[in-house]
């Protein structure tokens, strides 16, 4: 009986206490992965580890694991500040010089934006199969509207492979959704799901040029 007891006791702490554990292991494990990463893959083709678009895919999947809306909106934030903070010694350690610290506040700056919001959509995927299809555009939106940053707003020739790739992975995507929309229950699904993907698009289009901007005046 005393072990039952102690068992239950310790549920909650237990049930508290692992998604604090998967935030911090995943913003830990973004920020370290991606900058091996950008030492592993062909030239041009690193921007799709190191994209604020990848970046928010992963708190979207951290969101979809998470256990409540309350965690995977904080969960998101949190993640992907860490992410910043530790990308930024992960080239300290890997690369062996100092990094400027500006770049980790304009990052932490854009994660505590776009954290929450990938956090809860990621969480909604998972426990609201209503709003499956509408949410996952979300996710071809932001796709598009990287994927033409990357091919014509950069002015380097050598990523648009990578924006042409993000940008035929979102068409797939969003044919995936409106189809799935069309059988949807959730009223006027479709024209959600339309409305969803343009508008992620123009505001993730909007949000590279702004933090490129940032970088160029910093």
């Known amino acids: 009986m005393s072990a039952l007891v102690a068992e239950r006791t310790a549920s909650p702490q237990t049930t508290a206490r692992w998604p604090a554990v998967a935030i911090v292991?995943?913003?830990?494990?973004?920020?370290?992965?991606?900058?091996?990463l950008q030492g592993v893959l062909p030239d041009g083709w690193g921007v799709l580890a190191n994209s604020g678009v990848m970046w928010a895919l992963m708190a979207f999947a951290l969101g979809a694991a998470l256990p409540t809306p309350r965690?995977?909106?904080a969960?998101?934030?949190v993640q992907l500040v860490i992410a910043s903070i530790v990308y930024y010694i992960a080239v300290d350690w890997f690369e062996g010089h100092?990094?400027?610290?500006?770049?980790a506040i304009i990052w932490s700056a854009a994660g505590i934006v776009a954290g929450p919001v990938f956090g809860l959509a990621g969480h909604w995927f998972t426990h609201r199969a209503a709003w499956r299809y509408s949410v996952l555009t979300l996710v071809a939106g932001v796709l598009v509207g990287e994927g033409i940053h990357l091919i014509w707003f950069v002015g380097n020739p050598d990523?648009?492979?990578?924006?042409?790739?993000e940008l035929i992975l979102a068409v797939s995507i969003a044919s995936i959704c409106l189809a799935g929309s069309l059988r949807s229950t959730l009223h006027r699904a479709p024209a959600i799901t339309a409305g969803v993907t343009v508008a992620a698009a123009v505001i993730t289009l909007a949000?590279?040029?702004i933090i490129d901007a940032v970088f160029a005046a910093s």
């Open 25 to 36: 292991a995943s913003g830990l494990a973004v920020g370290i992965v991606t900058q091996i």
């Open 71 to 73: 965690w995977a909106t």
């Open 75 to 77: 969960g998101g934030a």
């Open 98 to 103: 100092s990094s400027d610290p500006r770049g």
């Open 159 to 165: 990523l648009r492979p990578a924006g042409i790739t």
């Open 207 to 209: 949000a590279g040029s």
